[in-house]
């Protein structure tokens, strides 16, 4: 009888492993990709810090957010806009626009006082996430099961990001570990977890 329910026991905690969802808690900016050369974007929830590492002192830049990739600003497309004067090689603006669309990729476009606004470069792009999005743990292709397909995408991501980008639901699924970055540690507790799913149920 004891062995029974020892093995019910397991059951429902390998079950309750393999349901285990993930949920965004917060509307957030995902996906968030630099497309100019000394430009660096980062994604902290609602907000986006972008970094531009090729400025001359006493310069001042312009980040403009707009909701196309048009690279003019106007009253329809302008959700967000910052100007501030670089201190050294570096200027750094914190983007957090206050009406986006939930699942729309927006396009930061950057410009220095030398320039045009027509001339501005378009310097990074990011897509907001407005609803949370239920993934499981684990699935990080999405096709319903945890299994060698995700240790492969899950190795190919890491090869390059770039190249082999995530969905931002694969993001959430491949954060297994949970601690906001996708890196080795969740790809061994994925293998790890394949080997013996009762012995490595995934965390919670």
Do not use: H, W
Not at 8 to 29: G, H, K, N
Not at 113 to 127: P, Q, R, V, W
Not at 179 to 189: F, P, R, T, V
């Amino acid at each position: 009888m004891k062995r029974l329910t020892r093995l019910c026991l397991l059951s429902a905690l390998l079950v309750m492993a393999l349901c285990f969802t993930a949920l965004a808690a917060e509307p957030s900016i995902v996906d968030a990709k630099s497309e100019l050369s000394g430009v660096a974007i980062t994604a902290d929830g609602d907000k986006a810090t972008v970094t531009y590492s090729n400025a001359e002192s006493g310069k001042y830049y312009m980040v403009f957010t707009l909701s196309d990739n048009s690279g003019v600003p106007n009253d329809s497309n302008l959700v967000y806009i910052d100007q501030k004067t670089a201190e050294g090689s570096t200027v750094e603006f914190v983007v957090y626009p206050k009406a986006l669309e939930n699942g729309k990729t927006y396009y930061v476009y950057l410009s220095s006082n030398s320039e045009d606004i027509g001339a501005m470069k378009l310097a990074a792009t990011f897509k907001y996430q407005g609803t949370a999005a239920a993934v499981t743990k684990g699935d990080i292709n999405g096709d319903g099961s945890i299994d060698a397909k995700d240790v492969a995408v899950l190795r190919r991501y890491l090869a390059d990001k770039v190249k082999n980008a995530l969905t931002a639901e694969g993001q959430l699924a491949a954060d297994i570990n949970g601690d906001s970055s996708i890196d080795a540690k969740d790809l061994g507790l994925l293998r790890r977890y394949l080997s013996d799913k009762v012995k490595y149920p995934l965390p919670a």
